[in-house]
């Protein structure tokens, strides 16, 4: 059996829609909650009888086109998301650099420390493989500016100049 559709809709508006395995490659879960949106909606404004027919000739039309055939809604992440993913990859490369710059004169080398700290934050945003190899190339980033960094400072240092502003010398 469960290769239909059962759609159930309750007098107060509310109303579920559940789809059969056999059927389940025909409808994305966006469709499925537009469609019982719509009808709840009809039906809380008193007319369930159009919106009984409409989401019936929705899910019939779906199923006419077939599950090959079909578009989904992409998926459309609000600004503010966007915006924190932007920030946080800008800090990738620009947190190691700033711990290169500001522990110039040390042994420890805290852009490495740093790359990795932000390579083993990735880790839970993109599973353990992933972050692995995240964390190694941000690992190798923050070393090479910390060399840069640091040969620059020693150079400066030694010949009495100033570094150069990437590594901490006058913006100006």
Do not use: C
């Amino acid at each position: 059996m469960n290769n239909g559709i059962l759609l159930l809709v309750g007098n107060d508006g509310r109303s579920v829609i559940t789809v059969g395995p056999r059927l389940r490659s025909f409808f994305s879960e966006y469709e499925i909650k537009m469609i019982a949106r719509d009808l709840r909606e009809r039906v809380k404004a008193g007319k369930s009888g159009p919106g009984l027919a409409r989401a019936t000739a929705a899910i019939a039309g779906i199923m006419a086109m077939g599950a090959d055939e079909r578009v989904t809604q992409p998926y459309d992440p609000p600004a503010a998301a966007r915006a924190v993913v932007a920030v946080f990859f800008a800090s990738m490369a620009v947190l190691p650099w700033a711990a290169a710059v500001l522990a110039r004169s040390r042994r420890v080398f805290s852009g490495t420390v740093m790359g990795l700290l932000i390579g083993a934050l990735m880790t839970l945003f993109a599973g353990i493989l992933i972050g692995a190899a995240i964390a190694a190339a941000l690992g190798l980033i923050g070393l090479t500016m910390d060399l840069l960094v640091s040969r620059n400072y020693r150079s400066s240092q030694g010949s009495h100049t100033k570094p150069a502003w990437w590594a901490g010398g006058n913006w100006a």
